[in-house]
Structures are given as C-alpha cells and as structure tokens.
C-alpha cells in the first residue's frame, strides 16, 4: 500500500488535526471492544489511562494491574455535556480481590464528570476530580463516598466472578437523580442499588473514567487487581468527540538540515500482535497521489520510531503521513494515519523567528493559552531547552524502579507534554534537549556519563555525580527527545554507553550549535570537600566560590565540546549567516536570594512582592547547577563561542533574562537569552542590593553590570522577577511564566529577542512584554571585545556576503570568522601581532588568503580590495 490519494487520507485527517484510527460511529453511545488476543500497556487511541503502567488489555478486557491510590482510565472521545438530560453507563467487572468489609477504602467503580481547571478534556484525564461511584471490595454499593454504616450487599466471590454495575441519571428537581445498581451478568438479578437525587447538574458534565482505587494496597496478586468488560455509555447528555483521540502515533518531531530530514514517530506501548514498524509517505510533486519513501523500527524501550531521509527537497511544503498497523482482534490489523507537513526551509525570508520554551511542569498542562499565543508568533524553530517532564508531572509521584516501570512512569509523563504541544510540532522543526528531571533528576553533574554512586538521599545521590537510573533509562529518555536531530559530531559513546546528541544544524542560514552542558559536567562535591556541597550549594561559610571553586580537572562541557565549538566557530558553509548556541542553560548564575543562600531550600517558601516592591537583603547565590561554574570552562566556552559572533539561547533557571557575556571585561563575549519556565515550582528572582553599574537611564535597579556569585562578569539588560499578578491560578501566574521569541533579521544583521508571559495575548496591540523586552543588538555586538587596533577595511568584488576569517599568524589561533553583510569588512583585532586574512566562499571553495597583515596606527585607514 505505497501509493494513497490524498482525499481519503490526508484531508480527512488534517480536518481533524488529531492521530485518529478509531472507528467512526455515527451516534453518540459507546461501547467498549477491547481487542482479543492481545495484551497490550497501552489501552488504546479512545483511552488515557493513570498510570501508564498500571492497566493493560488482556483476555480481551481491560485489567488493573497495580493497586493503588485512584487509577482510572478515561474515555476521550465521549463527554458529559451540560444539557439537562438523561445518560446512563454500565461495566462488567471482576476480579476484585477480597478485603475486610469494615474497610471502605477500596473500591472499584466510575468516576462522573471529572473536570480539571482549564476546561479541556486532556487536564481532566490528567488532573481532573469528578464523582465517584461503585462498590467496596467488602462489597457496599456507594455513590460520592462510602457509607460505614450500610452493611454489606455483595459477597466477595461475587466480587471476584464478575458483576454489572450500571448508573443512570436523570434530572430532577434537585438537579439530579443519580441511581447505581449491581447486577448478575448471567441471570441479569439485580443484587444490591443505591441512590441519589442531591447531585448539580454542572458536576455532571465532564469526563467519564473507570476507576480501580486501593489506598491501602495490602497483600494483592501482582498480576491483576481487577478486571473490566463492556463498559457502555449512552443517552442524550452525552456527546462525541471523534477527533479527541490519541495515538497510535502520538506525535512527531523533525528536523531538517543541510537536505537531511530527520524524523521520529513517538509510539505508544504496542503489544507483540501489533506492527513492529512505521512507515513514511510523503505528497508527490503533482499532489496526485501519497508515495511511501521509508520505514522504520519501533525502540523496545523508547518507543520510537526514527527516519533519516537524504536529499530532502527543501524547497517546497511537503505534507506527509505516518501510518502504523494496530491490532483491533481476530487477527485483524487496522492502519492508522498520522498527517502533518514538512516546512519549506526558508532560505529566502528576512525574518526567521525561533520559540524558545524550557521547565514545561504541568501546573497549566495543556498549556493552551500559551499554545495559542506560539501558533500566532508562527515560528520557523521550536527549541525546548530541558525540563520537558518533571517528576510529578501527572500526579502519583515517581517511580524509579523496577527498569520496565520507570520507563513507563517517564513515557506517561513524555507523553503530556507531547499532547499539548502536538499541534506545534508536526509541522515545524524543533530542537528538544533533556536536562536534569527528564532523566529524572535534581540536579545533574553527568560526569561523562559515569554511574552514580547510590546513597541514601536523592540530594546525596546526584552530588556524587553521574546519572542514577541505569544506562538503558538515560538511553531511552535521550531517544525520545534527540533522535530527530542531526546526525552528532563525534558519536563515541560515554561512560556506561550512554550516546551523545551534540550537534550542527543548519536551517534557513542560521547554524546552531546544539550541545550538552549537564552530561559532561564536572560534580562540584568530590572536588571541593572544604565546601560542604549539598545539592549543589556550599553549606561552609568561610568558602569562597570566587577564589576556591575554580580547581583544576573541574569541566564544564567537557574537551570533546569544546573541539566541536571550535570546528563550528570556523564553518559558515550552507550559507550561513548567523551563528547560534542552543544549550540547556546560561553560563551565569543569575539568581539572589536573603544573604546569598547558603541553601536553596528556602526558595519555595520566598515572598511573592507585590509590583514596585524589592527586598533589601538580597545578594547573588552559588548554585553549581548553574552554568555559572566552573569559571575557567566557563570562560573557555564563551571564548569559542564569540569567535563566531554566537548567540545563546538557552533555560533552566526559571527566570527569564537577557545578558551580555565577560571573560576578561564586562561585554567583551556574547548575548544571552534565558527563557522563562513554562510552569515553575522552582520560582528564582533577581534583586541585588546594589546597583548595576553603568545602567542605562531610568533603567530598574538589578539592571547593569554585576559579578555574580562565581565572580563571573555579566551585564544584566532585562530580568523577569516574578510578581503578584491577581491572576489565579497564582501557582502558575505569579512565578513570571512564559515563553521567548528571538527574531534573526538577515538584512541588517539584529538580533530582537522578545520575552512573553503565558497569559498575555499577543494577537492585541495592546499586549506588553516583560518590562525591559523587546531588546536589540546586533550579530556583531557578539564579540564586544575592545579593540586594541583595526587592520585595513577589506572591500570585496565579484562575491556576495563574503566569509572573512582573521587568524593570528604567530599562533596560528583563528580569532573569528564571519560572513559579512556587504562588501566592505573592518577586522578588529586585540594584539599587535602580524595576521592572515581568508575571504571567500566555503560553498564553493573559492578563497584569496592575504599574509602579514599588519594593524593599522590609530586613527589611520586604508582598504585593500579583492577581486574575485
């Protein structure tokens, strides 16, 4: 089935603008068919199920598989509406395990109208709270809670053959009439009813789930808790929702770089009956018909399936499709689509605009407002910086082991973030780089990829450095997340095989250099005993960071890194005219708190001030997890990086700020863009009780040049403090949420870098940034490095937008390398020494190399000019 006309595939589907295999019922009523034959984690495109690991289809039917405290599976496709009418819903369930039937905290059952905060379907299968209702594992029906003192009306044998528990409702003059009955599945008596008639109408609209819940597990069988079978809904308050499904292919990623597509299918849990492979179709160039051009795997452990296609053509929009075989039963598969489009690359645009996003907790999940807010700024790249899951995404806490089950737990949480974000990704490139909490960490020292030494503590844990899951969980959360990139730079595996993602990717003329700064860092506690490192943070008082951090062996990104950065500072192939950095987070350490610290224990409990109020005992932190130390590979880095007039745009710190670099001096390195956190459980804020100095006029105290707390120099031009905002949530609003846009300008050359809060709607006039953004400079504002001395204007012919490259002829070190806007091109340079000037074209190999360049006296000119 290689060829596929559109119209039956990828109009349908794009109308729906949702995965969707499901069957397409014409009326409103549902009925479950789960498939025989088969078992399966994952339920399927109809259901999402709390937690991922806790359910699975098998003997037919869905089955709990661990006790626990409110599992439930979702329907999503149907929903309580608001009407005032009659609905009526009933299960089959067995396999309920006996338990005193004093105790009531057992039960299994439905949940009614689950809504979460935001009024979408997705937040109240994830975090929603709706009614419940069913029976006891001592046997007692209830509806809202049950009854101590209501005897029993079921025996556990017949808990543990299989019931029918139906309700209906109906309204009433109270609201509703709420009535919930058991019933023998073979002689169809009925064994026991309950009812109610004090339910409101509005808390009976919203989701409908199954729920298995045991908050004392006690001694159960590990292999099933209790089973469920022809769980049917009908009635006229219900509705139908055909397009609210989820899965197979949940969603996908690309990029494309240098006419190479990367793509990758994220998966669900598929069983061994189902397709063990995806496959690529892409629109013909006469829009005719769908040709399919590739397949791919599907990771055991990632559940991903991963494309690699040379010789894209980039030069036109490419709808395509993903389609994936799923086992409906009696050995039947059903194929699935999954439709999106792959973007021309805009070669020939001005403007190309990246969105940056970093700390996606769930707080605000499915984010929906902010969605919006992205799709209207239309960029050319997403990049999410790390912290795409946090531990407590989706509730129920975390999971660590046993390996099966922790994958799991990640991929449930995974698979959040791709259900708000769906709609952004399957059309656009987008770079995704994991950092600390992804692989399900505090903090994270990756000492190239060392095993953790395991203590008691999860702080004590990680301060030993190296990863605390096992290899194949760090490899697993790395195939999720980076697998679409580019090919890496050198792909020798670290430590414990773990692989590593860093890379080049061109796009539209921008190169970006994608790197890891967590993998090969160095863990500040075994190399700096006197300090008392916990978590990160020096509990001794009488250590200095500025003067006894900074000890020999102690790595930043580590040698490998910085030879690739170096390599890259010097590339400006694929017509290349901007050189951006993407990494996980700033190399400063731009945070306060009362005194300094000593320990960030106290940051969730920090005040929330009111707009125009500022504390008067803040000073700057050391936080080793910031990128602010080590200095020296610190430094190092931004050295390499300013050699190509580089960019930064990064996260993490969960506060959005906009800095330029030092090295030796203040602004002498690069600019840099930390985003805000998406959602923050982390708040940071930057007040200093001092005054930058050199501010700009009427410009807020914390603005200026500083050191922070590793004595690193910084200028600081914007920071988005957080602030009461009257806004409920304020768990989500007042810990200065939200988003960047950068806009790269091709013709002149600026850099506009833009911070949003989520709640602002940029589509008004009126709508305000934080205050001090946007900000403007320019590419070469980069290396803002003091001249000592220029050498001669360089005036070029016969060639467009040059590449100049200055490399000291004593050392042999290259100083920088730039394509220039123009023709005309004045080298600074920092010492007297004579110089080699390359100007040219990599595309072509086309260079004329000038020797003995000597620096001009001050205030002197002259041009050389070459003809090509």
Avoid at 16 to 45: D, H
Avoid at 520 to 548: R, T, V, Y
Avoid at 682 to 701: A, D, I, M, V, Y
Avoid at 779 to 806: E, H, M, S
Wanted: proline share 7%; net charge negative.
């Amino acid at each position: 089935m290689k060829n596929l006309t559109p119209f039956g595939i990828f109009l349908i589907c794009q109308l729906l603008l949702l995965p969707n295999c499901a069957k397409r019922e014409t009326t409103k009523s549902f009925s479950s068919n789960w498939p025989t034959g088969c078992q399966r984690i994952w339920i399927g495109p109809e259901y999402w199920a709390n937690r991922l690991q806790d359910w699975q289809i098998a003997n037919g039917r869905l089955e709990c598989r661990t006790p626990g405290t409110n599992r439930n599976v979702h329907l999503l496709t149907h929903q309580l509406s608001l009407q005032n009418s009659e609905f009526e819903m009933s299960v089959q369930v067995g396999g309920i395990h006996d338990r005193p039937s004093s105790e009531d905290d057992a039960w299994i059952g439905f949940l009614v109208g689950v809504k979460g905060q935001f009024d979408d379907y997705r937040d109240s299968a994830v975090h929603g709270k709706g009614i419940p209702m069913g029976i006891t594992t001592g046997g007692k029906l209830f509806i809202t809670h049950p009854d101590s003192t209501v005897k029993p009306e079921l025996s556990t044998s017949l808990l543990q053959s299989g019931i029918v528990l139906r309700v209906s409702g109906k309204p009433s003059e109270a609201g509703y009439q709420l009535k919930l009955e058991a019933f023998n599945p073979e002689s169809h008596q009925i064994l026991g009813s309950v009812k109610t008639d004090t339910i409101t109408g509005r808390s009976l609209s919203g989701n409908l789930a199954l729920s298995c819940h045991y908050s004392k597990p006690g001694k159960v069988p590990e292999s099933m808790v209790a089973w469920f079978d022809e769980w049917k809904i009908s009635g006229s308050k219900l509705e139908y929702h055909p397009g609210q499904t989820f899965g197979p292919v949940l969603f996908a990623q690309y990029t494309l770089s240098k006419n190479i597509l990367k793509l990758t299918a994220q998966m669900p849990p598929i069983g061994p009956k189902d397709g063990q492979e995806v496959f690529l179709s892409i629109q013909k160039a006469d829009a005719s018909t769908f040709e399919q051009i590739a397949s791919a795997p599907i990771d055991p452990f990632s559940r991903t399936a991963t494309f690699r296609v040379e010789n894209w053509d980039n030069s036109k929009n490419t709808p395509y499709v993903l389609m994936y075989d799923l086992f409906t039963g009696t050995d039947e598969l059903k194929r699935c689509y999954f439709t999106g489009e792959i973007r021309k690359e805009p070669v020939d645009r001005n403007e190309i605009v990246v969105a940056g996003f970093t700390g996606n907790n769930d707080l605000g999940f499915p984010n929906n407002e902010l969605v919006e807010a992205v799709k209207f700024h239309n960029p050319d790249l997403l990049f999410f910086s790390g912290d795409q899951i946090y531990e407590g995404v989706g509730g129920y806490g975390v999971q660590y082991e046993p390996l099966e089950n922790a994958i799991f737990e990640y991929l449930r949480k995974w698979y959040i973030y791709g259900w708000a974000y769906h709609i952004l990704l399957r059309d656009r490139p987008s770079v995704t780089i994991p950092d600390d909490h992804d692989v399900f960490h505090g903090n994270l020292w990756g000492e190239a990829g060392k095993k953790a030494e395991r203590k008691e503590t999860h702080h004590d844990w990680q301060d030993t450095g190296g990863y605390k899951m096992p290899p194949e969980f760090v490899k697993m959360v790395e195939r999720t997340q980076t697998s679409h990139l580019p090919d890496p730079y050198d792909p020798t595996p670290v430590q414990q095989g773990i692989g590593v993602y860093y890379c080049d990717l061109n796009y539209a003329g921008i190169s970006f250099a994608i790197i890891e700064d967590r993998k090969f860092k160095s863990a500040p506690k075994p190399l700096l005993p006197k300090a008392k490192i916990w978590n990160g943070w020096p509990q001794n008082p009488e250590f200095n960071p500025k003067k006894d951090a900074d000890v020999p062996g102690a790595h930043l990104i580590g040698d490998r890194q910085l030879n690739f950065l170096k390599d890259w500072a010097s590339d400006w192939r694929h017509q290349t005219w901007m050189k951006v950095v993407l990494s996980q987070t700033i190399f400063a350490n731009i945070a306060t708190l009362p005194d300094g610290g000593p320990s960030d224990a106290i940051v969730p409990k920090l005040k929330i001030f009111q707009p125009g109020e500022y504390p008067e005992n803040d000073l700057p932190v050391t936080d080793m997890d910031s990128n602010g130390w080590p200095q020296t590979e610190r430094n190092a880095t931004l050295h390499e990086m300013r050699k190509a007039f580089a960019f930064h745009l990064a996260g993490d710190q969960h506060l959005g700020s906009t800095i330029q670099y030092g090295i030796e001096d203040w602004n002498d390195a690069g600019f840099a863009f930390c985003v805000p956190a998406i959602s923050n459980i982390w708040p940071r804020r930057w007040f200093p009780n001092t005054p930058g100095k050199n501010q700009h006029p009427n410009s807020p105290q914390y603005t200026g040049e500083f050191e922070d707390g590793f004595g690193n120099k910084m200028t600081v031009h914007a920071v988005s403090n957080p602030y009461d905002t009257g806004k409920e949530p304020a768990i989500l609003y007042d810990r200065a949420t939200g988003y960047g846009i950068v806009r790269f300008r091709k013709n002149t050359r600026d850099i506009i870098v833009e911070c949003w809060p989520r709640w602002v709607d940029p589509t008004k006039v009126s709508s305000e940034q934080y205050a001090g953004w946007p900000i403007i400079f320019n590419q070469l504002d980069n290396y803002g490095r003091k001249p000592l001395a220029f050498l001669p204007t360089i005036k070029v012919t016969g060639l467009t937008n040059p590449v100049i490259q200055v490399i000291d002829e004593v050392n042999r070190e290259i100083v920088y390398t730039i394509r220039i806007n123009g023709n005309e091109f004045r080298p600074k340079v920092f010492t007297n020494s004579t110089f080699e000037i390359k100007i040219g074209e990599p595309d072509s190999d086309n260079f004329q190399i000038l020797n003995n360049i000597k620096p001009l006296a001050e205030g002197a000119t002259h041009i050389i000019e070459v003809k090509f």
